[in-house]
């Protein structure tokens, strides 16, 4: 039995603007007079956050960590890996975590316990993406995107094994007979 593997576009170059417009609407109301850090997790939600800090018209900091959860492949691990250290002082600083998708939660689960341990004055979490069909621990999302159905995505950011990170769209790979 053979099977190849099909791209369909799931939300376009222009839907997925509109969704960072909103988001940054909702981000300014709530931080604009708080010096925010923006967390963006590396390395999913760099497209995402590189579009979204332009739309924010207030002072604020970036800085990224690194996580990973997937080896190869698109099944999780299970287990989280500090690739890149968080560089900015936390303590007292209104973090905003920046993510590509939310999809078992296990990564912003782990995410925000790091943070929280290093006393910030409140972290909040904005994501391009939910897939709630597959949690397994309770995320509270603060800004959303998009809810998506149990597909794997790819673009935007989104990789397979490192790939189509360049994608102007949000896709799904479908495994086609
Ligand atoms: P979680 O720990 O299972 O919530 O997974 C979080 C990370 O897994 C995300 O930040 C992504 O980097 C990656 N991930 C989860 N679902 C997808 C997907 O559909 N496409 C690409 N990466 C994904």
Known sequence: MSSKVERHVLFNRHEIEAAVRRLAAEITEDFRHKNPLLLGVLRGSFVFLADLIRLLDFPLEVDFIGLSSYGSGTQTSGKIKVTKKLETPVPGRHVLIVEDIVDTGLTTAFLQKYLI?????????????????????????????????????????????????????????????
């Open 117 to 177: 341990r290093r006393k910030p004055a409140s972290v909040k979490l904005c994501a391009l993406a939910d897939k709630p069909s597959r949690r397994q621990v309770p995320v509270n999302i603060d800004y959303l995107g998009f809810t998506v159905p149990d597909r794997f995505l790819i673009g935007y950011g989104l990789d397979a094994n490192q790939k189509f990170r360049n994608l102007p769209d949000i896709c799904s790979l479908e495994a086609e007979e």
